[in-house]
């Protein structure tokens, strides 16, 4: 049990030490000038460890993404903990993706990278384990208690997430990126504000109290 136990341990001490090379690299040069010669050099590993752990460069980029937006996810999860409003919560967690997006690293590999390389449906399963599950979450707690319209969440979260991501793009391609972070943001937010029913159209979700009949 000892020797397994040490040889797993290893392993994913490879797996860590390749992303982390590979998350470097992609993000200072860019996917397609870095080689897995590059990565393993830098994880100073032996190349047949590396290997491993993963088939090829594509296989490292999806772990890398991965990595990032579930960093991005936790963080969102932590920042609306304690926020009772479920569009409140939604305007937080557009804020956290957006300020991720001055992260040029972040950027490179998630946003301009990624979608090349892995393809819509690749992305769409790690969005699906991450954030998208979050907001889907969110809009039904929403229409739950009457906040929003009943509307198909999972759609609505694809629209907005498609809409996120480019206004990434928009901030990615920009002289001024911040100045471009707060200049998207504006619509994004005003979208998820008109989501919001006005009290008078909300529905009463509250438990109903059978009236008891006078005798």
Known sequence: ?????????????????????????????GYASVSMADVVARA???????????????????????????????????????????LDALVAGCG????????PIALRIVILDAPAVLGWP?????????????MINLLE?????????????DLLAQLFLSAAIEAAMMIAHATDPTAERERVARPLLAWLASLRLPPAKRADTRPRQTQRTRS
């Open 96 to 103: 956290i993706f957006l300020d991720r997006c001055l992260d």
């Open 141 to 153: 707690r929403g229409m739950t208690a009457g906040v929003i319209r009943r509307q198909p969440a």
């Open 44 to 86: 100073n590993r032996s190349k047949g460890a590396i290997y491993h752990q993963f088939a090829d460069k594509q296989d490292l980029l999806r772990a890398v993404v991965d990595q990032i937006e579930g960093e991005i996810a936790d963080e969102i999860r932590e920042r609306i903990a304690g926020v009772e409003d479920p």
């Open 122 to 134: 690749a992305l769409r399963a790690i969005d699906a384990h991450h954030g998208l599950g979050i």
């Open 1 to 29: 049990m000892g020797t397994r136990r040490t040889q797993e341990e290893r392993s994913a001490a490879t797996s860590r030490a390749g992303i982390k090379a590979a998350r470097h690299l992609f993000g200072k040069r």
